[in-house]
């Protein structure tokens, strides 16, 4: 078998399915920045520094959907989900910066009315305690609100009743950590499903 052979070892970036994914997403504006902040972010954070170059409205779109991340500096950063490479901590990161990033994950979703009490923040410490990672909370933020949607859709003339706390997501977590070997194409049907259910359930309302 022929071995493939790279034209040029630095300067490139690994595209898999999600950055497909994001290409059917992102408007082509968005699409663009979110490939030019792949090229030139941080391999191992994903991070960018905040840069005038930026189209803000691309910018919102990109964060809008998920895709990226919108520091409190003004930097970018590429969801967990649509970063190839698996994410270090920054120097001086910690569990704060974990309880940071689960709060912001939260606010995602349409159907979370999280207000991120102290309780909330606790029980983040504690998932951080146990060595959860970001990259898990997101799934089970997805495999948790594609159930809460489903449920809501379902019932379309009780009152919706949002997430409103972090122990929604208890159970799930835990489902989510037992499994560490689940294929990656299974969390790709996760989210796809989130989205659609996502869809589906604010279109239901505006029509309601």
């Keep these: 078998m022929m071995r493939l052979v790279l034209k040029q070892s630095t300067g490139w970036f690994a595209a898999g399915w999600a950055f497909s994914e994001a290409m059917e ?15 030139n972010a941080e391999r191992q954070t994903g991070r960018l520094e905040r840069s005038a170059c930026y189209d803000p409205a691309a910018f919102a779109e990109l964060v809008e959907r998920g ?3 919108r520091g409190d500096d003004g930097a970018i950063e590429a969801a967990d989900r649509y970063w190839p490479y698996e994410k270090q901590q920054r120097p001086g990161a910690g569990p704060q910066e974990f309880v940071e990033g689960v709060r912001k ?10 207000r991120f009490t102290p309780a909330d923040e ?7 305690e146990r060595g959860v990672t970001l990259p898990q909370v997101e799934r089970e933020i997805w495999l948790g609100c594609m159930r809460k949607y489903t449920t809501l859709l379902n019932h379309a003339k009780a009152p919706a009743m949002p997430i409103a ?24 049907y996760v989210h796809r499903q989130f989205r659609t259910l996502e869809q589906c359930w604010m279109a239901s309302r505006v029509a309601g």
């Design 122 to 128: 606790k029980l983040a410490r504690g998932l951080s």
């Design 105 to 114: 994950l939260l606010a995602v979703p349409a159907c979370v009315g999280c």
């Design 67 to 69: 895709v990226c991340v």
């Design 25 to 39: 997403l992102l408007s082509d504006p968005a699409f663009k920045l979110f490939v030019w902040v792949c090229l």
């Design 165 to 188: 706390s972090l122990q929604y997501s208890a159970a799930v977590i835990d489902e989510v950590v037992s499994q560490p070997n689940t294929p990656e194409s299974y969390w790709a």
